[in-house]
């Protein structure tokens, strides 16, 4: 089965740049164009090839919003899904869209505490045609890394980098407090059975480091 041929576009190049990274890192998916910006993502080849788009409602001042840019790739391929990223229900987004024509539209909740594996469920389910799917698999089915939310994964995988959390809160443009809530989360996912003697922070980054290379040799990385 291929890959389900993704075109992102996302305003905030913090956010655009964690999900960009994970999407990049599923074999499920093929992330052909990220970008901020409306008239980039309505490059005609581009539109062509994607099975769906994800794309942020509010682009900014000066750019069309993500349901009319949706509206705009449906007239250039009228097959490619539509995933709106933010807090609203699809009930708002159906008000905006032709009832014909919203078959293949979901949307996803923007929130750090989104799992990645979920996002690339509903992209590829809304490549097939069908609208707001919820995921099959429970928390306990997943793996460690799955069961961590985009915002974990980012979090953890600057510590395990060496990058100190006052800059990794700058980099995310969170809090400090924010990091550490995130971090001791993902210790708990990491590490569950941590024993007294344990270097928490040490035993978590080399079980992060040590699923990571699994998934990238399990992808023929």
Known sequence: MRATRVIYVENDP???????????ESPEVELILATGLAHEALDPDAIRLADVALIDLALGSGQMNGIDLGLAMRKANENIGIVIHS?????????????????????????????????????????????????????????????MTVRQRAVMG???????????????????????????????????????????????VFTYLELTRRDDAQDGL
Request: zero cysteines; charged letters at 25%.
């Open 87 to 147: 807090q609203y229900s699809l009930d708002t987004v159906a008000r905006s869209v032709p009832p014909a024509a919203l078959i293949g539209w979901s949307t996803l909740p923007k929130s750090g505490d989104m799992f990645i594996e979920d996002v690339v469920h509903i992209l590829r389910e809304t490549a097939k045609g069908l609208t707001s799917v919820p995921t099959s698999l429970s928390r306990d089915e997943r793996s460690p890394l799955e069961r």
């Open 14 to 24: 913090a956010l655009r740049g964690i999900m960009t990274a994970l999407l990049e």
């Open 158 to 204: 600057m510590t395990a980098a060496g990058i100190k959390p006052q800059e990794v809160a700058r980099r995310l443009a969170i809090s400090h407090d924010a990091v550490r809530q995130d971090l001791s989360a993902a210790y708990r996912v990491l590490v569950p059975d941590v024993q007294p003697a344990d270097d928490l922070r040490l035993r978590a």
